[in-house]
Structure formats: structure tokens, C-alpha cells
Nanobody, 124 residues
Framework: QVQLVESGGGLAKAGDSLRLSCALL????????KGWFRQTPGKEREFVAG????????IYADVVKGRFTVSGNNVLKMVWLEMKNLTPDDTAVYYC?????????????????WGQGTQVTVSS
């Protein structure tokens, strides 16, 4: 019903910046909140950043707060994640996701649609 397509991942050096994009396709009438998660092989998928339905409220994981910025545009049906001052610990597959809640949510179980992910690799 809803398809999410991430892009913008790639190789980066420590201290570099990178911008990820997420396009929302299909029937998005029930889409409200948006979020970004990341996962490393062998580890649980973790919350990175969340955005509410009107794109005017956000929540960030402590490890990225001050470095990452999430934003969205409901007309363009796009979501972005600006990543600054990257470190090797940011290396992971990043996933865009949507939720049916207007407020920001941080639990993986509150998100219903997911993209296929985009790889971000940060070298020392």
C-alpha cells in the first residue's frame, strides 16, 4: 500500500556530512509520523530520529542529537535525514519508516511501513 525508497547512502570519512532521502509512494493517506532507524549486522535495529505529522516536532537518539537533523515535506512526500560530523559508529544500514500516529514515536513497533534501507559506511 505504501512504498518507501531511501537514497543518499554511501562512503564517508569521519567528520563528513551526508544527506539521506526517503520518497513516499503509493497510498499515503494514513501516513502521519516519519522516522529513521539504523541497523548493524548482529545488532537490533535502533531508533535514530522521528518526525511528527506536521513536520514541526522531532525527537533524536542521544548518540545523534546535535549532529543529525530530520525534516519532511508532505506536498513532495519526502523525508530527509541530514547527518553531520559522522563517525565510524554511524556505520549502518539506515531505514526510513512511517507511522499512523500524528505525534513523534520512537518504538519500532509503532511504525508500519519500511523502506529497504541504504548503506552508510564511515571510515576513520
Amino acid at each position: 500500500q505504501v512504498q518507501l525508497v531511501e537514497s543518499g547512502g554511501g562512503l564517508a570519512k569521519a567528520g563528513d556530512s551526508l544527506r539521506l532521502s526517503c520518497a513516499l509512494l503509493g497510498d499515503t493517506r494514513l501516513v502521519q509520523g516519519k522516522g529513521w532507524f539504523r541497523q548493524t549486522p548482529g545488532k537490533e535495529r535502533e531508533f535514530v530520529a522521528g518526525l511528527n505529522w506536521n513536520n514541526d516536532a522531532s525527537i533524536y537518539a542521544d548518540v545523534v542529537k546535535g549532529r543529525f537533523t530530520v525534516s519532511g515535506n508532505n506536498v513532495l512526500k519526502m523525508v530527509w535525514l541530514e547527518m553531520k560530523n559522522l563517525t565510524p559508529d554511524d556505520t549502518a544500514v539506515y531505514y526510513c519508516a512511517t507511522s499512523p500516529y500524528r505525534h513523534v514515536v520512537t518504538d519500532r513497533g509503532d511504525y508500519d511501513y519500511w523502506g529497504q534501507g541504504t548503506q552508510v559506511t564511515v571510515s576513520s
